[in-house]
């Protein structure tokens, strides 16, 4: 039962263009998401992150959008750079500001910014 | 050193035999995390150690799988007897809280 889903394992785009990552959870208890950004043979890093009392945060060209309603949160990239070529993974948590932050991850969507 | 520092970076064993995966954390990140990607898939958490209290197990896949943190800060995870259903990257994580920052991963392959 996959609570954190993204349903593009992979998506191309032009550099320069907008990149659209998308992400969607089923779990209602999620209040704390994020995303990581992972290179082949290197270990996930941390991107941009959103809490639940907001509906956007923006990060130089990374910005993360949630809907909570929908259960749905994206990530855009503006203007795409070929090394922003990586997969990249959407996680969630049920901290509410506690100590544990086990997080729950997507699958995965591999961008690949074309030059 | 300044990052998470797993070893082995790549490790091939034979079905059967038991495994130990070495996790070095960032100095004073109180939480350590380990998680597993498999081919295809997700970070699947697996375990995850806070301090002093008691290790959060909930994410183990048998007990042929166990882990220590010994002193608050090198962890250990042991995989006992094992399959070739095993193979993945295992993924070490520390955290002082919040985001994490992960280590480069041991590539376990099982023969």
């Known amino acids: 039962d996959q609570q954190v889903k993204q349903n593009s394992p992979s998506l191309s785009v032009q550099e320069g263009r907008i990149s659209i990552l998308n992400c969607d959870y089923t779990?209602?208890?999620?209040?704390?998401f994020l995303w990581y950004k992972k290179y082949p043979a290197e270990g996930p890093t941390f991107l941009i992150s959103i809490s639940s009392i907001k509906d956007k945060n923006e990060d130089g060209r990374f910005t993360v959008f949630l809907n909570k309603s929908a259960k749905h949160l994206s990530l855009h990239i503006v203007p795409s750079q070929p090394g922003d070529s990586a997969v990249y993974f959407c996680a969630a948590s049920g901290n509410s500001g506690g100590s544990n932050y086990k997080l729950t991850f997507g699958k995965g969507t591999l961008l690949t910014v074309n030059p | 050193g300044a990052g998470v520092s797993q070893s082995p970076s790549n490790k091939v064993t034979e079905k059967g035999k038991d495994v130990e995966l070495r996790c070095d954390p960032i100095?004073?990140?109180?939480?350590l995390y380990w998680y597993r990607q498999s081919l295809g898939q997700g970070l699947e958490f697996l375990i995850y150690?806070?301090?002093?209290?008691?290790?959060?197990k909930s994410g183990l896949p048998s007990d042929r799988f166990s882990a220590e943190r010994t002193g608050g800060s090198v962890s250990t995870l042991t995989i006992q007897r094992t399959q070739q259903e095993d193979s993945a990257v295992y993924l070490c994580?520390?955290?002082?809280?919040?985001?994490?920052?992960f280590g480069s991963g041991t590539r376990l392959t099982v023969v």
């Open positions: 994580a520390s955290s002082p809280s919040g985001s994490y920052t």
């Open positions: 100095s004073g990140h109180t939480a």
């Open positions: 779990n209602s208890m999620f209040d704390y």
């Open positions: 150690f806070q301090g002093n209290s008691a290790p959060d």
